[in-house]
């Protein structure tokens, strides 16, 4: 069984939907920021305060090969795990881009906080970083819009959608 992989901009609620979707399906989840910070014993933003971007996107690269040796998993990658490791996700499960508008976004992250690279002005480093890689979450051929549905509702459309392909779920 396939691994079903998400990906998308911070706020698009991948942990959040990666979780339903996997106690759905009865599936082990593996949030790879949530594995990321336990293995460390730190958050991801004392990962960047101490050691920086680069520190961070190698251990992403090596916690998520590993992952992605196994099989049947839902896995919730970080926003930025995409920029590096394409290939990788789309070799190794069922690529799934979690959009939402801009204005959501920005409203969610103010919200919840926590995002290292969204320090300082908020909405215009959301802006800039959402132009920088509207093409590469716009490359992934499934996009799901997360905009005024609850996660299940996202959670149950996604399945849907991999039904109509013909995926065997569980
Ligand atoms: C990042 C997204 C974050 C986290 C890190 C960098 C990014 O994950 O991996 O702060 O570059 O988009 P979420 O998308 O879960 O917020």
Excluded: W
Aim: hydrophobic share 40%; with cysteine; charged share 25%.
């Amino acid at each position: 069984m396939q691994n079903i992989i998400l990906t998308g901009f911070m706020g698009t609620g991948k942990t959040t939907v990666g979780r339903i979707l996997a106690a759905a399906l009865n599936r082990p989840f593996v949030d790879m920021d949530g594995l990321i910070a336990a293995r460390e014993g730190r958050s991801i933003e004392a990962i960047f305060a101490e050691d920086g971007e680069a520190y961070f996107r190698a251990l992403e690269k090596q916690v998520l090969a590993e992952v992605l040796r196994k099989k049947g998993q839902v896995v919730s990658t970080g926003g930025g795990a995409l920029l590096q490791n394409r290939e990788a996700l789309e070799a190794r499960g069922i690529l799934i881009c979690l959009t939402a508008d801009p204005e959501e976004i920005i409203k969610r992250l103010t919200e919840e906080g926590g995002r290292p690279l969204l320090a300082g002005d908020l909405q215009k480093k959301i802006q800039a970083i959402l132009a920088e890689r509207r093409h590469l979450y716009g490359s992934v051929p499934r996009q799901i819009n997360t905009g005024r549905k609850t996660p299940r509702q996202v959670a149950e459309e996604i399945m849907a959608l991999l039904r109509q392909e013909g995926i065997t779920l569980k």
